[in-house]
């Protein structure tokens, strides 16, 4: 009983090789790599992912709850650079100091009388640790002769106490 070329798998591979010219190998190649930039750049942002949840779910918020769910992707997501972020490309300790960051500043926005101190840590989110260290600094010698915020005061220091610990 003769078998074909064909009928040995390993045969089959290199015949099916065979049939395909370089040039047909290359256009191959150039379409696949085509392929996943295209899908690269579909890739969803994390603020897109943000976006896409909170839409999705308005019915079941109240109109205050995703009002405020859409500002906090305007002020706070999406001029982040984890909310620019490729979604797939985010890691979970980017996230974790995005949240940190985000309680420093949202801690200072609500308090009245103090939009000086809320825009001057407006920068921090992303900044170096020691761009952070010196806007803390700014933050407790503003906050120094003002006795009414107190607890704020106690927050920034240990915000302070902890910056070393920041990678």
């Not at 943000?50 to 405020?68: D, F, G, M, N």
Request: positive net charge; proline residues 5%; aromatic residues 2%.
């Amino acid at each position: 009983m003769s078998r074909s070329i064909a009928s040995t798998p390993h045969a089959w591979k290199q015949l099916r090789h065979s049939e395909h010219t370089p040039q047909e190998r290359q256009r191959a190649a150039s379409a696949r790599a085509r392929a996943q930039a295209v899908e690269e750049q579909a890739a969803p942002t994390v603020g897109g992912l943000v976006e896409r949840y909170t839409e999705a779910r308005e019915r079941q918020l109240s109109p205050v709850t995703h009002r405020e769910y859409l500002r906090t992707l305007r002020v706070d997501i999406r001029a982040s650079q984890l909310g620019k972020m490729r979604a797939k490309d985010a890691l979970r300790s980017q996230v974790r100091d995005f949240h940190a960051r985000l309680g420093i500043i949202q801690g200072c926005e609500d308090l009245a009388g103090l939009d000086a101190l809320a825009q001057m840590l407006a920068g921090a989110p992303g900044a170096p640790r020691a761009q952070l260290e010196e806007t803390v600094r700014k933050a407790l010698k503003w906050l120094a002769d003002k006795p009414d915020h107190k607890a704020l005061v106690a927050q920034l220091e240990l915000v302070e106490i902890n910056l070393p610990n920041l990678k």
